[in-house]
């Protein structure tokens, strides 16, 4: 907000500028700071960025950490395809120049999220590094946390909650990732969770973990 | 999260579908809802959407507000020129659809905020009744406060704190609110805030009374 106490800092009282006083009594304008909502939430704001195949369990787990984070008095949100492609992002389609744009804009809402001091999680395949790097570039200083949710295609495929791999095998969906496009699998993801050894919960815990053992929450 | 738990059910167990009872124990899938967020938060949450011309004071109400409400421990935010501009709507010109797209995103934005149970402020000329009607649509059931900020042209353009009237005037800015370009004044606002009657701190109080008298905090 320095530049709104910049060009706007007194649109109601003449103040002199020479001393830096006003030449009546000023209502002193203020804003709340990201460092004054963190103190009232006490944590501090972050994007958990959860990538993974379709089927990976993403949301589930995006969920559950974003509900075990509740439950302990964190502010909180989730970002997914329900609340996001048919708002925000409903005048995007599947092209590549459309596909980087809806991860762009996830990320820039994200990081208004973490601006007001919230922890908030993203549950989107995402599966180029190239648009994950991105968005870790534009959320700056704040805390990028990305999360790869780590399932094997074969179970992913067997679970297929949404009938779309079997779709994409038969050829009715193209482009669908891990079938006929590619996903890249995160270098130095800050969690790997591994859903093939432990439970909803398990996975949930080891992400709370991170976030009280890097100084994010205590 | 409806279609969440209806499409993702159960990833990691198999659910008999007849009886809707786990063949195994099944660890419920839990997601945070609205209320529940509402409910921690001690208030609704809701857009306070201030309108009105360059130099009005838009900017310093809204902030003022949420330092009101910051400071009784209400979750807020606040959406301007600021963090929005440059950010997710860094894309856009001033072309008529542009400035439709500016403001359609700024308002499904605010609809997240409101989602996560925040009392979250914006702050942008918005000239154009169509448009502002537009964002209260998109809101939905999610309560929509508009706030005229009424103050005269003559007394913007005598404050002018970003020398953009005399820019205008001056030919070097074109469509400029006011001056060569209409702004609608809003026909029925839930707030109408005059600043020419009361100073930042008794406008801001205006708009903290109206949402205790219509039960959205206490």
Redesign the interface.
Known sequence: ?T??LK???S??KEIDSETDKSTDVV?H????SHQ??VA??GHQGAVLWFTGLS?S?K??VA??V??ML?DV?A??????G???RH??NG?LGFSDSDRI?NIR?IG??A???V??G?LVSTAFISPFAADRSLVRE?LGDKPFIEVFVDTPLEVCEQ?D??GLYKKARAGEIKHFTGIDSAYDVPASPEIHVQ?ANQ???QCAQQVVDYLRANGLMS
Chains 1, 2 share one sequence.
């Not at 304008?29 to 709340?32: G, R, T």
């Not at 502010?75 to 997914?80: G, P």
Request: no cysteine.
């Open positions: 907000m530049s709104l060009t706007e800092a649109p109601y209502w304008l203020a804003s709340v004054d909502r009232a939430n089927g369990g949301s589930t969920n559950a974003d509900k509740h008095g502010k909180t949100y989730v970002l997914d329900d609340n996001v708002g925000l005048d744009e804009r820039e809402v990081k208004l999220f601006d007001a919230l534009l679970r909650p949404k859903t439970d909803v919960q």
